[in-house]
Antibody, heavy 120, light 110 residues
């Protein structure tokens, strides 16, 4: 079964850091671009970051640029999001999503999400 | 990276058709045929319904269709069913090699 499973969410204080992970299974992870998308409570979807299959191309939303770092380990079939200098407005469910045709923004497989709460 | 513009809500009766619009700019919707549509039920992850403006992934009913004219894309759902009640989001690839989502539209089946 094709599956993405996020982990690493939790409660963190403003200014703190958190590292999210996304474990992929059921497909050849190293062949696909991957993305992080977040959704604040009661709000819409917001694209956060993308990384190409070989990590050659990485992009970020302006709202997280300089604070978040996306990475992947194809040997471990895993995607990561290192989040530093967290703010209250980063509170959201964070989803990892597969992009079968790199750069088109058509995310065909999503994880169940992991909740990140930034609060003192 | 301004969000694409969608109506906050639309509604229709079972069997009817509805259309949700998604307006962007020439730097996103109008510049590329990379518009996608997602369905999201409460507490669930989004589901891809349409990609590359008008293509349906395997398993998505043909009641769902997409189109684009200029800077505005549209999702049409014909033969509305109760299970179609959900939030719908459009997205587009942008000239900055990023992705932008719409604000979302809540579909109510009356």
């Amino acid at each position: 079964e094709v599956q993405l499973v996020e982990s690493g969410g939790g409660l963190v204080k403003p200014g703190g850091s958190l590292r999210l992970s996304c474990a992929a299974s059921g497909f050849t992870f190293s062949s696909y671009s991957m993305n992080w998308v977040r959704q604040a409570p009661g709000k819409g979807l917001e694209w956060v970051s993308s990384i190409s299959s070989s990590s050659s191309y990485i992009y970020y939303a302006d709202s997280v640029k300089g604070r978040f770092t996306i990475s992947r380990d194809n040997a471990k079939n895993s995607l990561y999001l290192q989040m530093n200098s967290l703010r209250a407005e980063d509170t959201a469910v964070y989803y990892c999503a597969r992009d079968p045709v790199a750069g088109t923004g058509a995310f065909d497989i999503w994880g169940q999400g992991t909740m990140v709460t930034v609060s003192s | 990276q301004s969000a694409l513009t969608q109506p906050a809500s639309v509604s229709g009766s079972p069997g009817q058709s509805i259309t949700i619009s998604c307006t962007g700019t020439s730097s996103d919707v109008g510049g590329y045929n990379y518009v996608s549509w997602y369905q999201q039920h409460p507490g669930k992850a989004p589901k891809l319904m349409i990609y590359e403006v008008s293509n349906r992934p395997s398993g998505v009913p043909d009641r769902f269709s997409g189109s684009k004219s200029g800077n505005t894309a549209s999702l049409t759902i014909s033969g509305l069913q109760a299970e179609d009640e959900a939030d719908y989001y459009c997205s587009s690839y942008t000239s900055s090699s990023t992705v932008v989502f719409g604000g979302g539209t809540k579909l109510t089946v009356l």
